[in-house]
């Protein structure tokens, strides 16, 4: 199993949005950053990262990304092309985390259902997460309730709180499991100090997903937005 971690740039937003009740009007360039998953059985890309966003969320969203970054260039260094993806896992449907679904017609979507039904009508405190041109596009969606395996080692574990359908993944590689938070903790402190995301559907729906991550063993993390690499060691 090869695990690669993709940069599709970054983009800008207010960091109280990623720790509740801290850092109100502090800038903070947040890290797109979708795993690519390559097993003997399947080519699995969690999350898609960020798409060209309207006019009317580029004054609070500025998106930084060099041509490198772009999700196809990134894919091409491991030869391949969006059309060789078997699964996407969304961790949820956040413009800032489907914004490329479009991209890859032959692909399987996991999305909790719960998840795919709110996007198409969200209350209005979660609204503006929900970019409909983003996620209602043609392509495969296989809604799912709970945990589920992708493979013998690729696992989806419901984490909702910051959304009503929020799922992290836990990947078992080499005695280790590799968690990818999603927005379930965007970055690092939200695990290790157990401070809930300011972008929320119920606090503690989402304070319930952070200690079910904290409580899985021999994990080592990988956070969506930190700007570091954060890269594990078995990677």
């Known amino acids: 199993m090869e695990l690669h971690l993709l940069s599709n740039g970054h983009f800008t937003l207010d960091k109280s949005l990623l720790v509740y009740a801290k850092y109100q009007g502090e800038a903070y360039e947040a890290a797109l950053k979708p795993l690519l998953i390559i097993t003997d059985e399947k080519r699995v890309l969690i999350d898609t990262g960020i798409g060209e966003l309207p006019e009317k ?50 692909a399987l979507f996991y999305v909790q259902a719960d998840e795919l039904r709110y996007a198409h009508n969200p209350d209005r405190f979660q609204k503006s997460g929900y970019l409909q041109e983003s996620f209602d596009v043609e392509v495969k969606y296989i809604p799912i309730q709970g945990s589920h395996r992708v493979t013998e080692n690729i696992n989806i574990l419901p984490t909702p709180g910051h959304s009503i359908g929020h799922q992290s993944v836990v990947i078992r590689k080499g005695g280790k499991n590799i968690v990818y938070c999603g927005d379930a903790a965007p970055i690092r402190e939200n695990i290790e100090r157990r401070n809930i995301p300011g972008v929320l559907y119920r606090s503690d729906l989402a304070l319930r997903s952070i200690d079910r991550l904290r409580k899985i063993e021999n994990a080592e993390y990988i956070f969506a937005h930190e700007r570091e690499d954060n890269l594990p060691k078995c990677l």
């Open 57 to 106: 969320y580029m004054k609070f969203h500025i998106v930084k990304r060099t041509p490198e970054e772009t999700l196809k260039t990134q894919l091409q260094r491991y030869n391949l092309e969006p059309e060789d993806i078997d699964v996407i896992i969304n961790t949820h449907l956040h413009f800032d985390h489907c914004g490329n679904n479009k991209d890859f017609a032959n």
